[in-house]
């Protein structure tokens, strides 16, 4: 059973150019967050999703970011006019359930945007 | 609203020490809480979790313990090996709201020979 996948596991864009990374959940998970971490810094949440809808964005920049994750394919994320302080990792978790005490995330290998 | 906060935020010891790392949350009201391991440049590894009505969780040389009342949870690593350098990440899911992970600023082990 494949773990969490995303993809580019690197990305270097420079100044204004447009970012999309790629989280594919574990077999048999519906609902996709996504996680920003800073140089030297913890996890920050970003955005909660399940297929086709975006329950929890309060993580979010208010501008230059999306997210979605469509019916079919991928979670995306993307981030438009990229800015140096957008330089990140950037994780997607998924998980098989959102409620009740047996919920667990299960992260992806994450994706280094770098802005130069 | 809820806040993780790690100490110590690094730890250097000899191989063969236990040694304990702490996590406190502010908020008591959590679902769960999960500890990861983080190695440079890479994921995150889920260690333990902790289901908010439970006292503690164990698997091999680690042994989680949680107190929802005092806002704490500990993470206990016995026989220490340079294999177990790493950044540690508690994360706390609060009950209120959606599924949001809070995640402490970690704390960054180093075991020497």
């Known amino acids: 059973n494949a773990g969490v996948m995303q993809n580019p596991r690197h990305l270097v864009r420079r100044r204004g150019q447009e970012a999309r990374l790629r989280c594919s959940p574990m077999?048999?998970?519906?609902?996709v967050y996504w996680y920003r971490q800073l140089p030297e810094e913890g996890l920050k949440f970003m955005v909660y999703l399940q297929k086709e809808n975006i329950i929890d964005e309060s993580g979010m920049p208010k501008e230059r970011f999306s997210a979605e994750f469509p019916k079919e394919g991928p979670s995306i994320l993307r981030i438009q006019q990229v800015v140096r302080g957008d330089s990140a990792a950037y994780f997607c978790?998924?998980?098989?359930?959102?409620?009740?005490?047996?919920?667990?995330?299960?992260f992806g290998p994450g994706t280094r945007l770098t802005v130069t | 609203k809820q806040e993780v906060t790690q100490i110590p935020a690094a730890l250097s010891v000899p191989e063969g020490e236990n040694l304990v790392l702490n996590c406190s949350f502010t908020?008591?009201?959590?679902?769960?809480l999960q500890w990861f391991r983080q190695d440079p440049g890479k994921g995150l590894t889920s260690l333990l979790l902790i289901q908010s009505s439970q006292r503690e969780q164990t698997s091999g040389r680690l042994n989680a313990s949680l107190d929802k009342s005092s806002g704490r949870s500990t993470l206990y690593i016995a026989a220490s090996q340079p294999g177990d350098s790493a950044t540690y990440l508690c994360a706390a899911r609060s009950s209120g709201g959606y599924n949001k992970l809070i995640f402490g600023a970690g704390t960054r082990l180093a075991v020497h020979p």
């Open positions: 908020d008591s009201a959590i679902y769960n």
């Open positions: 978790a998924s998980s098989r359930r959102d409620r009740g005490e047996s919920y667990e995330q299960y």
């Open positions: 077999k048999g998970h519906s609902h």
